[in-house]
């Protein structure tokens, strides 16, 4: 009581107070809304920002027209991964052609989007459901009639399933009509640049020459593999020389990281094996008991659920189909351990029998206000049928077409079949040929008549208990622990590297991880282990993320950054060693030559390692090719190219030594020069590389890519 009358005796002040409180909590959401929304942008394209909603209603559109036009329900994380990608790829293309076109004055008009759909060739309108059943190609009549009944379409008269699948059309339809006018805007940017680099006569004879005069020519070569590598010194000066004349080839456009990381991936103990071995010898023996097989086997928590069909042996797990002859009729077999899929097995062959693998029927579906009304009318059509009328003629009465079509084994095997669909199923296969049957279903009624069979294979029903042995709780718990223990302990890159092993862990490295990358490792689930490392500065180790199926544990390292621009030298050596090193053996090479004075092609022919051949027919359009050496040599055919006849060369430097020509025989292919001709192929080469613009427009568009941040 004196508490309670303390509180009313500060009543007034309680009011205050908690009336500040409110405005405070009030005022604090009003400032989030006023103030301005901190920046989720995912990317930047020429100054063009894609918030993380926009790329995420792209990526969404995206998947809902992969899984209509493949019947996939859902995509794996590699196929979401992959179509990610493709958006954003998309979406910085599109970004990119846009910029340019709008410089240019270029656009597409609705006009040549409607040219495109009535001329019906381009490879987009392919890919849709308007094709003509007869010639497989689009047909546009197909596509207006669709248009036209969607804009009819009345979705409280019409079932939800329709409604839904004419919805999903529709949508398909709208993302392809986007990419026509994008892939036009492509194309007509694409065509502008090709139009302009043309060829001319005077380009077009010396291609011709280039292609048609051809050399004969003697050659002795000193192999850089004759020379040792202990032989030449290589300094940080040679190297630099090299990496200055490639410079442009080491621009990097985004930052990197080099990470080191260990993976741990939890296994079962033997503890757990055996506790498994046990469950399922325990399953085994109450097989013959059970009843229900589907509830017995969904009880036991089977990798392979029990569906009351009859299977063929392929459709069956591999290891049991293997062990189905080594059991009779009502035997059961196991357990076993199956080493392919880590599982612990047994089964019970419950029956065997000869069935058609492909069965054609058709059928007339009849609803109707209720379920009395649905029976009435299905005995009515299934009397009508009898008493002789047409099948077709009725289908069509009640808006089917009454056709028929084919149910094969491999359309219901491998599927969860269950209700209806079990019902259905097993009463069109196990019905004789030319029976008329009236199925009932939750939904409905279904007359059906068979009218063929195909295909009658040895099929059987198997009852599968098939258990993965997997890790228990307690197991993955002591490893979580001893990871948790190792990282507190190694929690400097130094530490980590040095003592993995010893705990009986493995250091991997991954070099040059991009932030565009999905997994670190190839594991799944490693994106919050990826936005670390690219938030971390060198030297750097995270903390323990769980990743994969939950079963995998990883901790990061983050061992050195390489920024965007020009990779720094130390990087790229081995990329130049081979260079470095063959120009350092041929300086050596051409000193011995001219110390020796071998100066003509006999003199060379005497050295020490010397090589020769002799090469035919060599232009200036291709490289030679040297069997002694296995090289190919641009060197030699710009030699061949202008040498005179019997010219002996002075050594040159090639790729697979230092060469010492002799043309000995030139001539020319009876071939007539065709000038429209050479100037069509240089025209279709030039159309070629215009196609690489859009590689060009990248590098100068300042494209930003923080998707790893959001997805």
């Known amino acids: 009581m004196a508490t309670l009358q303390n509180i009313r005796s500060k009543g007034p002040l309680l009011v205050v107070v908690i009336g500040l409180a409110l405005f405070a909590f009030i005022a604090g959401d009003a400032w989030k809304v006023l103030q301005p929304h901190q920046s989720q942008d995912v990317g930047e394209v020429n100054g063009s920002v894609i918030s993380a909603q926009e790329y995420q209603a792209l990526v969404e559109e995206y998947t809902e027209v992969i899984k209509f036009s493949s019947g996939m329900a859902s995509l794996t994380d590699e196929q979401t991964n992959q179509v990610k990608d493709q958006v954003w790829n998309n979406y910085v293309n599109g970004k990119l052609i846009e910029a340019e076109a709008k410089k240019l004055g270029l656009e597409v008009t609705k006009a040549e989007i409607k040219a495109i759909i009535d001329d019906g060739s381009h490879p987009l309108l392919q890919q849709t459901p308007f094709r003509n059943p007869q010639t497989g190609l689009f047909d546009k009549d197909m596509l207006k009639k669709f248009l036209g009944d969607y804009a009819k379409m009345n979705t409280a008269q019409m079932p939800s399933q329709y409604a839904e699948y004419y919805q999903k059309m529709y949508n398909y339809w709208s993302f392809i009509e986007k990419q026509l006018f994008q892939t036009r805007l492509q194309e007509k940017y694409q065509s502008l640049i090709a139009k302009a680099?043309?060829?001319?006569?005077?380009?077009?004879?010396?291609?011709?020459?280039?292609?048609?005069?051809?050399?004969?020519?003697?050659?002795?070569?000193?192999?850089?593999?004759?020379?040792?590598?202990?032989?030449?010194?290589?300094?940080?000066?040679?190297?630099?020389?090299?990496?200055?004349?490639?410079?442009?080839?080491?621009?990097?456009?985004?930052?990197?990281?080099?990470?080191?990381?260990?993976?741990?991936?939890?296994?079962?103990?033997?503890?757990?094996?055996?506790?498994?071995?046990?469950?399922?010898?325990?399953?085994?023996?109450?097989?013959?008991?059970?009843?229900?097989?589907?509830?017995?086997?969904?009880?036991?928590?089977?990798?392979?659920?029990?569906?009351?069909?009859?299977?063929?042996k392929s459709a069956l797990p591999s290891d049991v189909a293997a062990r189905l002859d080594s059991v009779s009729v009502g035997g059961v077999f196991g357990p076993y351990y199956n080493v392919a899929d880590n599982t612990i097995n047994s089964f019970r062959k419950l029956a065997v029998a000869q069935q058609a693998d492909s069965v054609q029927y058709r059928q007339i579906q009849v609803v109707a206000e209720s379920a009395e009304k649905t029976k009435v009318l299905a005995d009515s059509i299934m009397g009508a049928i009898k008493g002789g009328a047409d099948f077709v003629e009725l289908a069509k009465k009640y808006g089917q077409t009454g056709e028929t079509t084919w149910l094969t084994a491999a359309q219901y095997e491998r599927s969860l079949v269950d209700g209806d669909n079990l019902k259905y199923i097993n009463a069109v296969v196990s019905a004789q040929k030319n029976e008329l049957k009236n199925l009932e279903l939750a939904q409905g009624n279904v007359i059906f008549q068979v009218m063929n069979k195909k295909a009658s294979k040895e099929k059987y029903k198997v009852a599968v208990v098939k258990r993965t042995v997997d890790f228990s709780k307690e197991t993955y718990s002591k490893a979580y622990n001893d990871f948790s223990q190792f990282i507190a302990t190694n929690n400097t890159l130094e530490k980590m590297v040095a003592n993995a092993e010893d705990a009986g862990y493995r250091v991997l490295d991954k070099n040059d991880?991009?932030?565009?990358?999905?997994?670190?490792?190839?594991?799944?689930?490693?994106?919050e282990a990826l936005r670390w490392a690219f938030g971390a500065k060198t030297g750097e180790v995270s903390g323990l993320y769980e990743c994969g199926e939950s079963d995998h544990m990883m901790v990061v390292a983050v061992a050195g950054i390489v920024p965007e621009g020009y990779r720094p030298l130390a990087l790229v050596k081995d990329q130049l060693y081979f260079e470095v090193i063959r120009d350092k053996k041929a300086e050596k090479i051409m000193a011995d030559l001219k110390a020796a004075g071998a100066a003509s092609l006999d003199q060379v022919k005497g050295m020490a390692n010397a090589v020769t051949d002799s090469v035919k027919h060599v232009t200036f359009s291709a490289a030679a090719y040297v069997p002694a050496l296995r090289s190919s040599e641009p060197m030699i055919s710009a030699f061949a190219s202008v040498a005179?006849?019997?010219?002996?060369?002075?050594?040159?430097?090639?790729?697979?030594?230092?060469?010492?020509?002799?043309?000995?025989?030139?001539?020319?292919?009876?071939?007539?020069?065709?000038?429209?001709?050479?100037?069509?192929?240089?025209?279709?080469?030039?159309?070629?590389?215009?196609?690489?613009?859009i590689g060009e427009l990248y590098l100068k568009a300042d494209v930003k890519d923080n998707r790893y941040l959001y997805f």
């Open 644 to 693: 005179n006849e019997n010219q002996v060369s002075a050594p040159l430097k090639g790729n697979g030594g230092v060469f010492v020509l002799q043309p000995y025989a030139k001539d020319k292919s009876a071939e007539e020069l065709d000038v429209k001709n050479e100037e069509n192929s240089a025209s279709s080469m030039y159309a070629r590389m215009a196609s690489q613009y």
């Open 513 to 527: 991880l991009y932030s565009s990358e999905h997994t670190i490792g190839g594991v799944r689930g490693t994106k």
């Open 197 to 312: 680099l043309f060829s001319n006569s005077t380009e077009a004879e010396n291609a011709f020459k280039a292609r048609t005069e051809q050399t004969d020519l003697l050659l002795a070569a000193i192999p850089y593999s004759s020379v040792a590598d202990s032989l030449v010194k290589i300094t940080e000066a040679d190297y630099k020389v090299a990496y200055d004349k490639k410079k442009e080839q080491f621009r990097q456009y985004t930052e990197t990281r080099h990470v080191k990381f260990i993976d741990v991936q939890v296994t079962a103990s033997a503890e757990d094996k055996a506790a498994l071995q046990q469950e399922v010898e325990e399953y085994t023996a109450q097989l013959p008991e059970a009843t229900d097989y589907a509830a017995f086997i969904r009880s036991t928590g089977s990798d392979v659920p029990y569906v009351d069909i009859f299977y063929n």
